[in-house]
């Protein structure tokens, strides 16, 4: 505690903070840092709840590096101010004993389909402002990527389950293991009196490799495999995870913890365009993960996988170029193999739903204030930009639920 009092006092309350300007949703850091000083917990938390209601969440996995603290001030000295201690403090102690009321009733329906970081912000806003909300998710909790793509070690699902508890104090319904799309689609929930509807479903489709072995017993998904670690209990004593992203950091990671396997990360890359952020590439350095560079996977076999080394060269323009040295294969053994490439949009919705458009990437295109190619359908987080932080997600929500808001306002000709 004393640390993060320490926090605090050293923020210099800048008037034109520049923390702020690099937060996506705009915390008012400053004005919470004074809160917290003198003592007004209860008014701190809440305005961090107003401004993010996934305020407790981004605390813990937001790139802070790369937002608030990365534009502190204070990084010419090299020591910025770590503004998330101090928002998770007041975040958590916020979520433990508020007791939120819903708006005035304004007798319309919005559906929410998926119950991610997207559908959860929206959830919160639009039953303050009055509205009745329903969130369907295929899962049978609520959380999305948070719960089922983030390991306990980086966030407790506890908080979760504490935001479900201030949802219920604002009447929001959460109708789980229903899957939206197949049986039950979009065309029927507005035949059964929804206003509005948004989809905020994410990424769970695991992009391929589409190499030979794809299909082998030893071969996983990070993505489904992050879904419910425990039940993979056959990995064997060396992992090898082809991908750079937070998605393999976390996977392995949580291998490491759970098994006592080796675990070897394949990357066709350098290490200065791995994708993870530099302090989840460190923090798996440390926990015991063996980084590979330069190695293009090119077939995965029953006991390990087939690389071609990666050739960098300088041309003489100044540019980079890559080539497959196709002539010096060899094999890495290994007992598991996991792929963690990256994931694209699932398509349950849009082939059951007419009107709603989507990029060539599957991704769901939307106007800039979330508005789908079909009237009352809006969309946003990484079903729309694919995967990004979470902080994104409720920055990008924050314009969809005023979008719809008006929206309904207007359908209905209200002031």
């Known amino acids: 505690m004393s640390d993060i009092i320490q926090e605090a006092q050293r923020c210099l309350k800048c008037k034109r903070p520049l923390c702020k300007e690099g937060c996506p949703v705009r915390t008012e850091i400053p004005t919470i840092m004074q809160m917290f000083l003198e003592g007004k917990m209860d008014e701190a938390g809440a305005m961090l709840f107003e401004n993010n209601p996934l305020s407790a969440v981004c605390s813990l996995i937001c790139p802070h590096e790369k937002n608030c603290m990365g534009h502190c001030v204070l990084n010419h000295k090299g020591s910025p101010i770590k503004f998330f201690e101090v928002e998770n403090y007041i975040s958590s102690f916020f979520l433990d004993k508020a007791k939120l009321q819903p708006g005035e009733k304004n007798g319309h329906l919005v559906g929410i389909i998926g119950a991610g970081p997207a559908g959860l912000t929206l959830a919160i806003i ?6 009745d909300v329903t969130i369907i998710d295929s899962k049978d909790k609520i959380g999305g990527v948070l719960r089922y793509g983030i390991p306990e070690f980086r966030l407790p699902k506890s908080i979760l389950d504490r935001l479900l508890n201030r949802m219920s104090d604002l009447g929001i319904k959460f109708r789980p293991n229903t899957l939206i799309g197949p049986t039950v689609t979009i065309d029927d929930m507005f035949e059964d009196g929804y206003d509005a509807i948004f989809i905020g479903t994410g990424v769970w489709k695991p992009n391929r490799l589409r190499i030979p072995g794809e299909t082998l017993g030893n071969v996983h998904f990070a993505i489904d495999f992050l879904k419910n670690p425990d039940s993979y209990n056959n990995l064997g004593d060396h992992v090898v995870i082809i991908g750079a992203g937070n998605v393999a950091m976390d996977a392995a990671r949580t291998i ?23 302090e989840e590439l460190m923090l798996a350095e440390v926990d015991g993960v063996k980084m590979n560079y330069y190695l293009n996977t090119v077939k995965i076999e029953p006991d390990g996988i087939i690389v071609e080394p990666v050739l960098k060269i300088e041309n003489e323009d100044g540019t980079v170029s890559y080539k497959n040295d196709s002539e010096h294969p ?12 990256g994931q694209g949009a699932q398509t349950n919705i849009v082939k059951n739903t007419k009107q709603i458009d989507t990029n060539q990437r599957g991704l769901i295109e939307t106007s800039e204030k979330g508005a ?14 694919g995967a990004r932080t979470v902080v994104e997600a409720v920055a990008a929500t924050k314009k969809v639920a005023e979008e719809i808001d008006q929206y309904i306002k207007n359908k209905y000709n209200e002031a």
Do not use: C, H, M, N
């Not at 060899?330 to 490439?341: F, L, T």
């Not at 009352?376 to 987080?381: I, L, Q, S």
């Open 372 to 385: 789908t190619t079909r009237p009352g359908v809006y969309a946003a987080g990484d079903v729309v930009s």
């Open 126 to 131: 639009l039953a303050q402002k009055g509205y």
């Open 256 to 278: 490491l913890r759970k098994t006592a396997a080796k675990v070897d990360i394949i990357f066709f890359r350098g290490r200065e365009e791995v994708t993870a952020l530099e």
């Open 330 to 341: 060899y094999k890495i053994d290994s007992s598991s193999v996991i792929i963690a490439i």
